[in-house]
């Protein structure tokens, strides 16, 4: 299954990339792609999958771009 | 009473006259400082009615218990006056040493008045004040004059100014400080111009008053360490607010080409990872824990200093892509004092009054080269175009007609922020109902909406999340004053803040007495509004009708064909009146106003403007 995952701010520098496109070894729940890529999990986070905000347990499917963000508040 | 200096600085620019005034413990404690005071004390002075750019305005500079004593981010400071964009109480604030210089000369707060008969600035040191001969900064931008006076004066004075837009009186001018940044987007800046003050310069050397000044150093230390710490475990700062570019063009909320649609595929070119790139410094105000500001080299070479609305504003809202070029035009609206958001807004609606047939020009989406010329027009009120666009989107669809007030992006006057929200209510509700007008600064509640709402709803949560947020940010940090960052960022605890102001003033606060002060500062900001304008409606708080048409919808993406809907719209800002007790027309009722303490402001009040 192949998706595109985009980091966002700080996320960049923890993840270490900004955007790719992986090749996922199984299913996944966006919590799980969250750590797949190495985002911390004590770390507060928004996911979108095309555009949409999901939650952590939501099926990330083939073709997807998923987009995990630091929380932002507006400055 | 402890933590406040107790005294407030009049100055007659008329007379040059000056005169230390007293206030009460029982006013300290209502109004708490910074925005409490300032829209006290100009409810008090000022006749409704009156012209903002005339010798009767008066402009407030505020403080507060905890202003400049070392603790995270205390260096701010409120300017408020009448605004000339809006037509009532305006406020902003902004980083800047007179927060301790000021404390440090005896004062919380200053009052300036009248109107001098040639450029002056004042210098103020202690119990002195002068009256100098502003003429050689006169016709300068700020860097220059702020740089005049910190050779004349000392870097460590604390220094107010205003560039061309401000001595010209354009109604988004601002009020700068190297120390810092700017503020006052309601136009503060032209009321100081129309006063003929250039700047204002503060020195003080007295000790600031506090109740315990031991707990004091010990909480403040504390606290400053702790929220480095915060901000560098978060790596916040390596994008600063500018990473929320990104995603907002993800999730279909950034404004391009005068918020006409809600992303672009060249945002990724002026995004917080361009920006960390291009890099050059970061920048903070005084006790600053996480810099916000980001500098580059601009097209010209210029140290620009950027952060998210700038950029989004300056940026995407006009179509340009190109970073240095964003950060140019920052630069010339920062040295000719001119509100960055209100400049990108004003420039967006022109070229897309250009667009529809509304204006006449050749001014297009995506020049940067004619947006440079542009904003020195408006800064300079040159010519036909520049001197209109100087009064702001709304006035000068007012002129072009042709329903290019639907598209002036804007509330009450005040042009809005950087979030392009005609698929997400929730934060349109928060511009609608912000006190002064289209501000972010009062509540941003969108990644709320995407997560822990739907987007879609329009439900009493919403109006709910926006009070809280209403309460501590339009609120807590305006009263204090004090910088939101370290809480809304990077998760420095709210509740740090009671301790900071009981150590300062012996008291014994929780938050739920700093959402009283809040509630009250609010409704005396819409006493200011009532009575300037008796006839308000709820309407006064709506967004531009360009949100609720289907023809200005997403034509693709996960919100193609969503707008915003009228009456949807109207049931979430009940709510939001609701749960604020004001009513049907957005205005505090009787029984709210005597729960706050406003019997005398109601009456008051009630002399022009009927109150239920």
């Not at chain 1, 520098?13 to 070894?25: D, N």
């Not at chain 2, 000044?213 to 230390?221: A, C, D, N, S, W």
């Not at chain 2, 979430?572 to 019997?599: C, F």
Request: a neutral charge.
């Amino acid at each position: 299954m192949k998706v595109t995952v985009k980091l966002i701010g700080p996320l960049i520098y923890e993840g270490g990339f900004s955007e790719k496109t992986l090749t996922l070894p199984r299913a996944m729940t966006a919590a799980e792609l969250s750590a797949f890529v190495k985002i911390d999990k004590k770390r507060p986070t928004i996911i979108t999958r095309n555009g949409k905000a999901v939650t952590s347990k939501d099926k990330i499917a083939d073709g997807d771009r998923v987009v995990i963000s630091h929380i932002y508040s507006g400055g | 009473m402890k933590g406040w200096t107790g005294y407030i600085l009049r100055v007659n620019l008329t007379d040059k006259t000056w005169k230390k005034e007293s206030f009460t413990e029982e006013f300290a404690k209502k109004w708490v400082g910074g925005r409490g005071f300032a829209a006290k004390i100009l409810f008090d002075e000022l006749k409704p009615g009156i012209d903002p750019l005339g010798p009767e305005n008066k402009l407030v500079v505020a403080l507060g218990p905890i202003a400049g004593i070392p603790a995270p981010n205390t260096g701010k400071v409120v300017v408020a006056a009448k605004s000339p964009l809006t037509g009532f109480y305006g406020d902003g604030n902004l980083g800047s040493n007179v927060s301790s210089q000021l404390r440090k000369a005896g004062y919380d707060a200053m009052i300036i008045e009248g109107k001098a008969d040639k450029p002056v600035y004042l210098n103020i040191e202690d119990d002195k004040v002068e009256f100098l001969d502003a003429a050689e900064m006169w016709g300068k931008g700020t860097y220059f004059s702020n740089e005049w006076i910190y050779k004349k004066h000392g870097k460590n004075a604390g220094v107010l100014n205003i560039g061309q837009a401000g001595e010209n009186k354009v109604l988004f001018a601002m009020i700068r400080s190297l120390e810092g940044r700017a503020g006052g987007r309601p136009g503060i800046g032209a009321v100081m111009g129309s006063k003929m003050l250039k700047a204002i310069v503060v020195k003080g050397t007295k000790a600031i008053p506090q109740a315990d000044p031991e707990l004091m150093r010990k909480l403040g230390i504390d606290g400053l360490k702790k929220a480095r710490e915060l901000d560098q475990t978060s790596g916040w700062s390596k994008q600063s607010t500018n990473a929320v570019l990104g995603w907002c063009n993800e999730v279909n909320g950034l404004p391009v080409q005068n918020m006409r649609h809600t992303s672009h595929p060249e945002a990724h070119k002026v995004d917080g990872e361009r920006l960390n790139d291009a890099r050059i410094a970061t920048y903070g105000c005084p006790s600053c824990t996480m810099h916000c500001g980001i500098t580059i080299h601009d097209d010209e070479g210029r140290e620009s200093e950027l952060d998210y609305e700038n950029i989004g504003m300056l940026g995407p809202n006009v179509n340009v892509f190109d970073l240095k070029k964003v950060g140019s035009l920052n630069y010339l609206c920062d040295d000719y004092g001119l509100d960055t958001i209100s400049a990108g807004a004003v420039l967006g609606f022109y070229a897309d009054a250009i667009e529809h047939g509304a204006a006449s020009g050749d001014f297009k989406f995506g020049d940067a080269d004619k947006a440079k010329t542009l904003l020195w027009d408006i800064a300079a009120r040159k010519g036909e175009a520049g001197n209109l666009l100087a009064d702001g989107a709304l006035k000068a669809a007012k002129v072009y007609g042709k329903n290019s007030a639907d598209y002036a992006m804007q509330v009450k006057g005040l042009e809005m922020a950087a979030y392009n929200c005609k698929s997400i209510p929730g934060q349109a509700l928060a511009f609608g109902v912000a006190p002064i007008g289209g501000h972010h600064r009062e509540a941003w509640i969108i990644t709320f909406e995407l997560k822990h709402s739907k987007r879609e709803s329009y439900g009493p949560e919403k109006a709910a999340k926006v009070i809280e947020l209403q309460r501590i940010r339009g609120g807590l940090f305006e009263l204090l004053p004090a910088c939101r960052f370290p809480w809304v960022e990077v998760g420095y605890e709210l509740e740090n803040y009671p301790k900071f102001f009981n150590a300062a003033t012996g008291l014994n606060w929780t938050l739920s007495d700093f959402w009283a002060a809040a509630d009250r500062a609010y409704s005396m900001i819409k006493l200011h509004y009532l009575r300037e304008f008796p006839n308000v409606t709820r309407k006064d708080d709506y967004p531009p009708a360009v949100w609720f048409d289907k023809a200005n919808a997403d034509t693709e993406g996960p919100q193609k064909g969503v707008v915003l809907e009228y009456d949807k719209y109207d049931s979430l800002l009940q709510h939001y009146y609701d749960a604020r007790g004001y009513d049907k027309r957005g205005i505090p009722t009787m029984e709210t106003l005597k729960k706050l303490g406003l019997e005398a402001e109601a009456a008051a009040a009630a002399k022009v403007a009927a109150l239920n």
